[in-house]
């Protein structure tokens, strides 16, 4: 998985309120539209269950890690 491209929509979540809430309620696909990701990186943070910023956070780095493994 993109370190760089998973890092970018972080940023963007800590720095833009629509797109933290976009990426929160059901909006995700939408926004991430603008990033290179795979069809199965995309899936992975697609999949991610989460109701605040910190849960989405948490488990788009345990994406990030196990992806290392």
């Avoid at 309120?17 to 929160?24: G, H, Q, V």
């Avoid at 199965?40 to 345990?62: R, T, Y």
């Amino acid at each position: 998985m993109s370190k760089l491209v998973l890092n970018a929509i972080v940023t963007n979540a800590l720095v833009d309120t629509k797109f933290r809430a976009d990426i929160l309620n059901g909006r995700r696909r939408e926004r991430l539209a603008d990033y290179k990701l795979s069809g199965d990186e995309l899936n992975a943070v697609l999949s991610i269950k989460a109701e605040s910023l910190d849960q989405f956070i948490h488990q788009l780095g345990s994406l990030m890690h196990s992806a290392e493994a």
